[in-house]
Nanobody
């Protein structure tokens, strides 16, 4: 059974940093594109970043370009999202998702999801 578990969320001040982790169990991440999505209260889930199965290709939402970095360590079966220069508008529940396909910023293209981790940016 495919399982994804996010961790690393928390409360951080504006300008601070967090690193989210997405650990997989029950399957090997090597063949999966992994996407990070977020959902703020009252808003639709939006794509934040995605990394291809090989790690050679990444993409980012315009709102996080230059601040967030996605990476993967297939040996640890884990994908990371380094978030720097955080802003209050980054506050949301962050989810990782896996799909045995190419990267996408559409949630409907991903079949396996984690339970989410809360990120709150506030002073």
């Amino acid at each position: 059974q495919l399982q994804l578990v996010e961790s690393g969320g928390g409360l951080v001040q504006p300008g601070g940093s967090l690193r989210l982790s997405c650990a997989a169990s029950g399957f090997t991440l090597d063949y999966y594109a992994i996407g990070w999505f977020r959902q703020a209260p009252g808003k639709e889930r939006e794509g934040v970043s995605c990394i291809s199965s090989s790690g050679d290709s990444t993409n980012y939402a315009d709102s996080v370009k230059g601040r967030f970095t996605i990476s993967r360590d297939n040996a640890k079966n884990t994908v990371y999202l380094q978030m720097n220069s955080l802003k209050p508008e980054d506050t949301a529940v962050y989810y990782c998702a896996a799909e045995r396909s190419w990267c996408s910023d559409r949630a409907t293209d991903f079949g396996s999801w984690g339970q989410g981790t809360q990120v709150t940016v506030s002073s």
